[in-house]
């Protein structure tokens, strides 16, 4: 415990309320005071050396996990624009242009998450590859399907294709509202 504690009697002031049991049901401005400002309380029900010192190592920790949980939110953003900055270049310089599939670097699921709304967005598809920590996307060009790369089926000249239900589709897997315009 070598972090220097600064006691103060303004609550205002105060980064965590340490009271006695007690004292704190016997004033019940005081952790009303404390809810207000947002402050945490700490509580201890007897005044021993062992449960002050336990409880100011609490604190001592706490406020740490909170100036780290600051950083933590910056490399957390950080991961989120490079990965969506990542998958944009991929679109607009790969996809688009060249008509070719593109596999993304290994994310966290949330992450690839995000992923996919911005390909949404470009009115492309994807599909998320492996799981876990080596879970990555894969954007596919429009007029690629994912199919054609794992599987390809014979179709017998007896199959009756009357027997399938399009639902008033083109007979295509996709459809489409609206097609884009055209520069003129």
């Known amino acids: 415990m070598d972090a220097a504690v600064q006691l103060t009697d303004n609550i205002s002031e105060a980064d965590a309320l340490f009271a006695l049991q007690s004292k704190l049901k016997k004033n019940p401005e005081i952790q009303a005071a404390a809810k207000s400002q947002n402050i945490p309380i700490y509580v201890t029900k007897t005044s021993s050396l062992m449960q002050i010192s336990k409880v100011l190592r609490s604190i001592i920790n706490d406020q740490e996990d909170v100036k780290d949980f600051g950083s933590e939110d910056n490399i957390k953003m950080s991961e989120k624009v490079d990965a969506l ?26 992450i690839i998450s995000l992923q996919m709304d911005l ?37 017998d000249d007896d199959s009756d294709v009357d027997d399938f239900d399009y639902h008033g589709t083109n007979g295509s897997t996709y459809s489409v509202d609206r097609l884009p315009l055209l520069p003129d």
């Open 85 to 110: 900055e990542e998958a944009r270049v991929a679109i607009e310089q790969v996809v688009i242009p060249k008509g070719e599939a593109v596999e993304l670097l290994p994310r966290p699921s949330h």
């Open 119 to 155: 390909v949404k967005r470009y009115q492309l598809q994807s599909e998320r590859i492996g799981k876990g920590s080596d879970g990555h996307l894969r954007i596919v060009p429009f007029h690629t399907t994912m199919e054609e790369d794992n599987t390809s089926e014979n179709v």
